[in-house]
């Protein structure tokens, strides 16, 4: 049965480019896109001038087994960008950047604020995570050339805050 997890992180390349090398050979399927905003048709024009309120973020879909598994993705999340930054990452700023889960059932939730209190816990004791954890909203897929963006552009710009961080 596939699962669908939606995590934002910074520029939505990275973070798709930091999930496809970790679990690579894996059964996932990634998208780039828009969602956590208020209108009803963004683009990655509108979303960067931060008016309508999206965030870039990453979804994933994929069959869980022992490697890949929502409490894996969420602790994985967290070891590939910096949670503690408000509304950026790196170079990245504005609240399309922002650290978010967006979660898909209740058990979801639960397990994403496990994990975020765990991860407090133990990396970043005195530095408040920031992240949001709030329901998946609608998704929209950003434009085709977003899309495996870093695959089809190796070269291209990818945020130095999406590298493993323990």
Not at 60 to 77: A, Q, R, S
Not at 105 to 125: D, G, L, N, P
Request: aromatic share 14%; hydrophobic share 30%.
């Amino acid at each position: 049965m596939t699962e669908t997890a939606t995590f934002a992180a910074g520029c939505f390349w990275g973070v798709e480019k930091a999930f496809q090398r970790f679990y690579k050979g894996e059964n996932i399927k990634t998208s780039v896109g828009y969602t956590g905003g208020a209108d009803s048709s963004p683009d990655y024009k509108k979303v960067c001038t931060g008016s309508t309120k999206h965030a870039e973020a990453i979804q994933i879909h994929y069959t869980p087994n022992d490697k890949i598994n929502y409490p894996n993705l969420v602790e994985f999340f967290y070891r590939m960008h910096d949670p503690t930054t408000l509304n950026s990452q790196g170079p990245d700023v504005g609240t399309q950047y922002r650290s978010a889960i967006f979660y898909h059932s209740a058990e979801q939730e639960k397990i994403a604020k496990q994990v975020t209190a765990e991860v407090q816990e133990k990396h970043y004791k005195g530095k408040p995570i920031v992240t949001e954890i709030i329901a998946a909203g609608e998704w929209f897929d950003a434009e085709e050339y977003h899309q495996k963006y870093l695959d089809k552009n190796p070269t291209g710009y990818e945020c130095p805050s999406h590298f493993l961080r323990w």
